[in-house]
């Protein structure tokens, strides 16, 4: 296991559609992160897990948006009726609980809603 | 809330020349930490150096190392000797250290470096 893997890594869907993106986390690592980024700014904070247990979710968050970590090890995220606003890179990262400020970032996946 | 801030949107710097990007920020919390990522053209995000607030002793990563003034909120990243392979965008980040410890990232600079 060399790192983070995010599957697709790229999207194109138009809107209205529903997409879901897969999050490999290192295998040894119980804490996975979703991240948002839009073009030419930083990455902003979706949600995290803690095993399959959900902790936090940001107010970005929107009802359209769910996440989940069913056993505990990949992520998945959904987006349900894709807005042009959806437009953006998903950034994935994980840590193990107690090196949180470790965090390794997958490569992304770059959804384009049409 | 916590927010950070990088005032230089791009920057250049010749090949083997020194370069340094801003970054301020601000929070209520009294710990925390404090990162400097890069993320090259299409590629993933890689960390630089981290910070522990706590720590008053400036980190030191080869040729990266920062500036870290707790009581100004400010956390520099002073690249030495550039290479080309720095080119990329860097963001600066906060971690607070309870609940979560996500990430808040600036908006990030964009460093070019010539040869």
């Known amino acids: 296991d060399t790192g983070v893997s995010q599957d697709p890594r790229h999207k194109i869907t138009k809107r209205g559609q529903n997409v879901t993106f897969r999050c490999d986390p290192i295998s040894e690592h119980n804490r996975l992160y979703w991240y948002r980024q839009t073009l030419g700014q930083g990455p902003e904070f979706l949600t995290y897990?803690?095993?399959?247990?959900?902790?936090?979710k940001s107010r970005l968050l929107s009802d359209r948006f769910s996440a989940e970590r069913p056993k505990g090890s990949f992520s998945t995220l959904e987006i349900q009726r894709t807005e042009q606003g959806d437009s953006a890179m998903y950034l994935c990262a994980s840590s193990e609980r107690e090196k949180f400020d470790e965090q390794y970032f997958g490569p992304g996946t770059r959804l384009t809603v049409t | 809330a916590q927010t950070v801030t990088q005032s230089q949107p791009e920057m250049s710097v010749q090949e083997a020349e020194t370069v340094t990007l801003s970054c301020t920020y601000d929070t209520s919390e009294s710990n925390y930490y404090l990162f400097w990522y890069k993320q090259p053209p299409s590629r993933q995000m890689i960390l630089v150096i981290r910070q522990e607030a706590y720590k008053q002793q400036n980190a030191t990563e080869n040729r990266f190392s920062v500036n870290f003034q707790k009581a100004a909120k400010s956390f520099s990243l002073k690249i030495s000797d550039s290479q080309l392979g720095d080119t990329a965008m860097y963001f600066c980040a906060f971690m607070k250290l309870n609940y979560g410890q996500n990430f808040v990232f600036g908006p990030g600079t964009r460093l070019s470096v010539l040869p």
């Open positions: 897990f803690q095993n399959e247990a959900q902790l936090e």
